[in-house]
């Protein structure tokens, strides 16, 4: 112990009761702390990330999402928005209403007197269309239904996005606060033994309080640590639809996340074929072409046909009458020349949602391959090798080695590196959420 005892004691600290004297009495106390801290640290370093507490009512992310798909709020607007913009297919297909129109006069003066007769009149008229307006009616509802419906998609896939990237927060959330937890309880393992030598005089006073202050920056990080898990909970919970959060809600997921085996080019042709958005901006051009030829037709001439019974005293006739506008000034020019110039921006758009689609794709992989070395240095190398620096601190501190402070700062390390590795763990999960989004499918199993 002879080692230790230098490590540990200060320059101007002299015991009268000689060199080691304190170290000797405190040994069975040290023994038995440093036993327990070594064990917590042993696991710790065997494990390479905090384990994370889990519950028999756990979620999954699936599970996450698909509740929040079917209790969203947002989402349940939406759909009723997509519903009423399908209605207007029904209204689109409607034919036009006949007319009936009935008249009547000296309905009260006998068929005989001088006056004349009393005489009435009915009349049935009804409007054709032509140009086939109601077929354009209906191409253009339902264009607008498909545009609305991939829309809709866009939205159900940005809140899905949203509900992975609060899943995944929460999940950090829960690894950081156990993480904090182990933190603190090992330092107050540390204030324990730095607490015997000081009561046996091994230490001054100032270095004592020096660490004891210290407990107040631990305890305000499993405090901090714990507000996160609380907002990051109820964050996902409001997302899912719970209408009132609670500190009962659990999830549970793995922390390392697993490789992506889509290339670029794989993921660049799913996009494609899967984007909403690039779906919608493709259904826009099929409704500016169904809104061009609707102007075309409405510049048609729509005639009205009328039937119409008479009868005066005992005198039946019938007739018909036929109505036919005169388009001479209004041919629906301008409404022409607009859906021309609509339909031709459309095709525009359709242009810039796909060159959209291979950015979104390229940066979010790019970003996923950044950060996905990262995660991997993490767990091929960092993580190892602050297990390997605990194990060698352990193995020199209990052979006299090594001081006891210089031991804790080694799990300190640790704890460090696996916090870094959790961030790098998140960060690249955060990664495959927004690739997955970007190409619109699901981009690890």
């Given at each position: 112990?002879?080692r230790?005892?230098?490590?540990?004691?200060?320059?101007?600290?002299?015991?009268?009761?000689?060199?080691?004297?304190?170290?000797v009495?405190?040994?069975?106390?040290?023994?038995?702390?440093?036993?327990?801290?070594?064990?917590?640290?042993?696991?710790?370093?065997?494990?390479?990330?905090?384990?994370?507490?889990?519950?028999?009512?756990?979620?999954?992310?699936?599970?996450?999402?698909?509740?929040?798909?079917?209790?969203?709020?947002?989402?349940?607007?939406?759909?009723?928005?997509?519903?009423?913009?399908?209605?207007?297919e029904?209204?689109a297909g409607l034919?036009?209403?006949?007319?009936?129109?009935?008249?009547?006069?000296?309905?009260?003066?006998?068929?005989?007197?001088?006056?004349?007769?009393?005489?009435?009149?009915?009349?049935?008229?009804?409007?054709?269309?032509?140009?086939?307006?109601?077929?354009?009616?209906?191409?253009?509802?339902?264009?607008t239904?498909?545009?609305?419906?991939?829309?809709?998609?866009?939205?159900?896939?940005?809140?899905?996005?949203?509900?992975?990237?609060?899943?995944?927060?929460?999940?950090?959330a829960?690894?950081?606060?156990?993480?904090?937890?182990?933190?603190?309880?090992?330092?107050?393992?540390?204030?324990?033994?730095?607490?015997?030598?000081?009561?046996?005089?091994?230490?001054?006073?100032?270095?004592?309080?020096?660490?004891?202050?210290?407990?107040?920056?631990?305890?305000?990080?499993?405090?901090?640590?714990?507000?996160?898990?609380?907002?990051?909970?109820?964050?996902?919970?409001?997302?899912?639809?719970?209408?009132?959060?609670?500190?009962?809600?659990?999830?549970?997921?793995?922390?390392?996340?697993?490789?992506?085996?889509?290339?670029?080019?794989?993921?660049?042709?799913?996009?494609?074929?899967?984007?909403?958005?690039?779906?919608?901006?493709?259904?826009?051009?099929?409704?500016?072409?169904?809104?061009?030829?609707?102007?075309?037709?409405?510049?048609?001439?729509?005639?009205?046909?009328?039937?119409?019974?008479?009868?005066?005293?005992?005198?039946?006739?019938?007739?018909?009458?036929?109505?036919?506008?005169?388009?001479?000034?209004?041919?629906?020019?301008?409404?022409?020349?607009?859906?021309?110039?609509?339909?031709?921006?459309?095709?525009?758009t359709?242009?810039?949602?796909?060159?959209?689609?291979?950015?979104?794709?390229?940066?979010?992989?790019?970003?996923?391959?950044?950060?996905?070395?990262?995660?991997?240095?993490?767990?091929?190398?960092?993580?190892?090798?602050?297990?390997?620096?605990?194990?060698?601190?352990?193995?020199?501190?209990?052979?006299?080695?090594?001081?006891?402070?210089?031991?804790?700062n080694?799990?300190?390390?640790?704890r460090?590196?696996?916090?870094?590795?959790?961030?790098?763990?998140?960060?690249?999960?955060?990664?495959?959420?927004?690739?997955?989004?970007?190409?619109?499918?699901?981009?690890?199993?």
């Open positions: 112990m002879s230790i005892c230098f490590n540990l004691r200060r320059n101007d600290e002299t015991d009268s009761r000689g060199p080691c004297s304190a170290m009495r405190l040994s069975s106390t040290l023994s038995m702390l440093v036993l327990s801290l070594a064990a917590s640290s042993v696991m710790w370093a065997q494990s390479g990330i905090p384990p994370i507490p889990t519950s028999p009512n756990a979620l999954t992310l699936q599970q996450v999402v698909e509740q929040a798909k079917a209790k969203n709020p947002t989402l349940l607007a939406a759909q009723q928005n997509l519903l009423s913009v399908r209605a207007q029904i209204q034919r036009q209403n006949p007319y009936l129109a009935a008249t009547g006069s000296n309905v009260s003066i006998p068929s005989s007197s001088p006056a004349g007769p009393y005489f009435y009149s009915a009349q049935l008229s009804r409007l054709f269309e032509r140009g086939q307006k109601r077929r354009w009616r209906l191409d253009s509802a339902t264009s239904t498909d545009q609305t419906r991939d829309q809709y998609a866009l939205e159900e896939q940005q809140t899905v996005l949203t509900v992975k990237q609060a899943f995944t927060s929460m999940l950090l829960k690894s950081a606060l156990k993480l904090a937890q182990d933190n603190l309880r090992d330092f107050r393992h540390e204030l324990e033994i730095s607490k015997a030598r000081y009561d046996a005089g091994d230490i001054g006073k100032l270095d004592y309080e020096r660490l004891d202050l210290q407990l107040a920056q631990f305890e305000s990080d499993e405090s901090a640590a714990e507000a996160s898990l609380s907002q990051s909970s109820y964050q996902l919970q409001t997302l899912i639809g719970v209408d009132h959060p609670n500190n009962s809600f659990a999830i549970v997921g793995d922390m390392v996340p697993p490789p992506v085996a889509s290339s670029l080019t794989d993921l660049e042709q799913k996009a494609l074929a899967a984007r909403p958005d690039y779906k919608a901006a493709q259904d826009g051009i099929r409704v500016a072409d169904a809104n061009v030829k609707l102007a075309y037709a409405n510049g048609t001439t729509d005639p009205t046909l009328e039937g119409e019974y008479d009868r005066s005293g005992t005198v039946n006739s019938a007739g018909f009458n036929i109505s036919i506008p005169l388009r001479i000034f209004d041919r629906n020019q301008g409404n022409k020349e607009t859906s021309k110039y609509l339909a031709q921006a459309s095709r525009f359709e242009i810039a949602a796909r060159n959209q689609v291979y950015s979104d794709v390229d940066q979010a992989y790019v970003g996923y391959t950044t950060s996905k070395v990262l995660a991997d240095r993490y767990n091929g190398h960092y993580l190892d090798e602050a297990k390997d620096v605990l194990s060698i601190a352990q193995f020199a501190y209990e052979h006299g080695g090594l001081a006891l402070l210089d031991y804790l080694a799990i300190q390390d640790n460090t590196t696996t916090l870094n590795a959790l961030n790098a763990y998140a960060q690249t999960w955060m990664a495959i959420h927004q690739l997955s989004y970007a190409t619109a499918t699901e981009v690890v199993p």
